[in-house]
């Protein structure tokens, strides 16, 4: 008896041991607008704050083969990463940023990642003023970078801000001026008269897509790549826009959703937003977290008292990230 007593708490020791619990506080309300929220996240969920005190964070990016979270924090030019055993870790610094002249912008780091088709990290970087990849394994990071765009003809571009490839390899990015010193389109280190949304085709050649954004920020496309969406972090056009791709063309632009309309007070403007295999649009905004489906119905919010800026999802996409000013937050999804 003592013997099948004593094996009996060993199991159950040993399925503890396996199965660690981890307790970390929670934020944010979630908003019901449609019930076909209600396929998409259990709406009694809060989410967690997984670690805090970044100056602004930006850019999540899961690295399915490691496992593991990487983001940006943009002033401190560092990415970071995150792991539920070891917590918040150095990932790679400088990340933006690489002369050995102190840089006088105040956002000088990495701001979206992503990966490319053959798996390296690609980074829109404000202080170099260029996208670039990074020349070293994701698991042994190192700032060694080579441009994939700088220039435009001839002249620099402000600072990538969101970049993503398409199943073809080519490269989509978006340029505000957020980076450079004083943030905006007098500053005297800005060389071009536009904000622009870029392509770089299998030629390496770099397309002008759209200059007509006044404040290009989030990209990202709809299943099917036929459609591209574009966030404008601009108070006075706050919209995510819509084009349809012809080629090296962008066409039939048009508002994919208008969120003026929002709670006075709201933080936030459109900026970074993933969407998933299902067509789902999940984007950062004023207030929080939208959900949309692929034809612009909103579904539902996460409301968050901070800015957020950019989301990121798992690899089996139950699990969403997002960077929210100086914090990192965690959400399950259905």
């Known amino acids: 008896m003592n013997k099948l007593f004593y094996l009996l708490v060993s199991v159950l020791l040993s399925n503890c041991s396996e199965k660690p ?22 709406t009694s969920l809060k989410a967690e704050i997984l670690t805090d005190s970044f100056d602004w964070s930006e850019g999540p990016l899961f690295l399915p083969e490691q496992g593991f979270l990487i983001f940006s924090d943009v002033p401190r030019n560092t990415i970071y ?19 050995s002249i102190p840089s006088l912008c105040k956002e000088p780091g990495s701001n979206g990642l992503t990966l490319d088709p053959q798996g390296r990290l690609v980074l829109a970087q404000h ?26 003809n001839g002249k620099r571009l402000s600072s990538p801000n969101d970049c993503v490839f398409n199943s073809a390899g080519e490269l989509f990015f978006t340029d505000p001026p957020y980076g450079l010193r004083t943030q905006d389109d007098s500053d005297s280190a800005k060389e071009l008269p536009f904000n622009g949304v870029y392509k770089v085709n299998k030629k390496g050649d770099l397309v002008l897509l759209v200059d007509s954004i006044t404040r290009p920020n989030g990209i990202a496309f709809l299943p099917g790549e036929q459609q591209l969406l574009v966030a404008n972090s601009d108070p006075a056009k706050p919209y995510w826009y819509i084009f349809d791709i012809a080629g090296d063309s962008l066409t039939q632009g048009r508002i994919f959703f208008d969120p003026s309309a929002h709670e006075p007070g709201w933080n936030g403007l459109p900026d970074g937003f993933k969407v998933n295999k299902k067509g789902i649009v999940i984007a950062t905004g004023p207030g929080g977290i939208y959900f949309f489906t692929a034809q612009g119905k909103k579904l539902g919010l996460l409301r968050l008292e901070n800015s957020a800026s950019n989301c990121a999802l798992s690899a089996d996409e139950k699990t969403l990230y997002i960077t929210n000013d100086m914090n990192l937050l965690r959400i399950a999804l259905k």
Request: no cysteine; glycine share 6%.
């Open 21 to 42: 619990t981890h307790a970390h506080p929670t934020t944010g309300q979630l908003i019901t607008y449609d019930p076909e929220f209600l396929t998409v996240i259990d």
């Open 81 to 99: 990463k995150w792991t539920e055993e070891k917590g918040i870790e150095v990932y790679l610094t400088p990340s933006g940023y690489t002369d």
């Open 127 to 152: 202080g170099n003023r260029q996208v670039a990849r990074m020349e070293a394994p994701l698991d042994k990071p190192l700032p060694t970078f080579t441009a994939l765009a700088d220039k435009f």
